[in-house]
């Protein structure tokens, strides 16, 4: 069974979001900032990461940048899910290494077809 870390700070978000990936039958694991995501990837990497931009502490563009930049987490599968929904905003996002760029409000099939396919063994 695949593991997924959702990374957001909203908790109302954080929830709708596991909700969604715990019914296609994945684990999940949460955390509420970029430093938490950090520290729970460093132990224990999940197979993918929902991440959100907009967090106190260190944002998701950091997040991502650092996960691509180690040699031990560059192949983790990261989506960023966030309100930021300008064209430059999912350009940057891919720019820092993410897999995939959901802007929110998204459908709930968006996330859990993108997480699908992101998953998909190849």
């Not at 909700?19 to 509420?32: E, Q, T």
């Not at 309100?83 to 996330?111: N, S, V």
Request: net charge neutral; proline share 5%.
């Amino acid at each position: 069974m695949a593991t997924v870390l959702v990374v957001e700070d909203n908790k109302a978000q954080r929830e709708m979001i596991s909700d969604l990936l715990i019914g296609m039958g994945l684990k999940v694991r949460v955390a509420s900032d970029g430093v938490e995501a950090l520290e729970q990837i460093d132990g224990n990497p999940p197979d993918l990461v929902v991440l959100d931009i907009i967090m106190p502490n260190m944002n998701g563009y950091e997040v991502c940048r650092r996960l691509k930049s180690n040699t031990k987490t560059q192949n983790l599968v990261v989506v960023m899910c966030s309100a930021k929904k300008e064209e430059f905003d999912r350009y940057w996002g891919m720019k820092q290494g993410a897999d995939a760029y959901i802007a929110k409000p998204f459908h709930p099939q968006e996330l859990v077809g993108t997480v699908k396919q992101l998953l998909r063994p190849s």
